[in-house]
């Protein structure tokens, strides 16, 4: 229940094209689902993130879309670009204690070819 | 600009090495955190902490200890380093109430 399962693990996409990365739970009670971007060498940086009271947010290119019902949650870039590759986390917070600490999928690798 | 300052970006040890991983945060923060870094496990927490002096095992937390002295400060050690703790290592800290967490850069570490 504690698990978040994160799709696909390696992603290649052309420049200008989209890239969606998929994140699945299982826990209802998850409160907030942020993504982290990480570039080569570098620490993971928060990106964006969402709470469950809401089904979209979009912050320049990137967009989080929400689906309460499914369990699922995704990241869109849209018009990737080359600097956008890089590896990127999904994660969830559920309450209290130790479960109020982030919950991270297993990572996505992003290419964006020229 | 707030910052999580890992001491060293590459570190290269022998096997049976006492390590020390050093992390310190000047944001205030109350939580730590460790984790290691592996290609297509993602990022696993070893421990973690919620204040001065207190201290949680992740959920990989077999070979390594750690101390927080200090608020700032939040050191991961390896009692007695093996090649099979080669990895990257991440720290983070948050505030208490809060939920997102700021890493620091990393430390490479490749025993041998």
């Known amino acids: 229940q504690q698990q978040v399962k994160q799709s696909p693990q390696s992603l290649i996409v052309q420049k200008g094209g989209i890239s969606i990365i998929n994140c699945a739970y299982e826990n209802t009670a998850f409160d907030y689902f942020p993504w982290y971007q990480q570039f080569p060498g570098k620490g993971p940086a928060l990106l964006i993130a969402?709470?469950?009271?809401?089904s979209e947010k979009k912050e320049g290119r990137f967009t989080i879309s929400f689906n309460k019902s499914a369990k699922q949650f995704s990241l869109h870039i849209m018009d990737s670009q080359p600097g956008d590759s890089a590896t990127y986390f999904c994660?969830?917070?559920?309450?209290?204690?130790?479960?109020?600490?982030?919950?991270f999928g297993k990572g996505t690798k992003l290419s964006v070819k020229p | 600009d707030v910052k999580v300052t890992q001491s060293s970006r590459y570190l290269v040890k022998r096997t049976g090495e006492k390590v020390f991983l050093e992390c310190v945060q000047d944001?205030?923060?109350?939580?730590m955190f460790w984790y290691r870094q592996d290609p297509g496990l993602g990022l696993r927490l070893i421990y973690f902490?919620?204040?001065?002096?207190?201290?949680e095992k992740g959920d990989i937390p077999e070979g390594y200890s750690v101390s927080r002295e200090k608020k700032e400060r939040f050191s991961l050690i390896l009692e007695s380093a093996s090649t099979n703790q080669t990895s990257m290592y991440l720290c983070a800290s948050r505030f208490r109430d809060r939920p997102w967490y700021t890493f620091g850069s990393g430390t490479r570490l490749t025993v041998v």
């Open positions: 944001m205030d923060h109350e939580n």
């Open positions: 969402i709470r469950p009271d809401v």
């Open positions: 902490s919620y204040d001065v002096k207190m201290k």
């Open positions: 994660a969830a917070r559920g309450y209290g204690g130790s479960q109020g600490n982030l919950i």
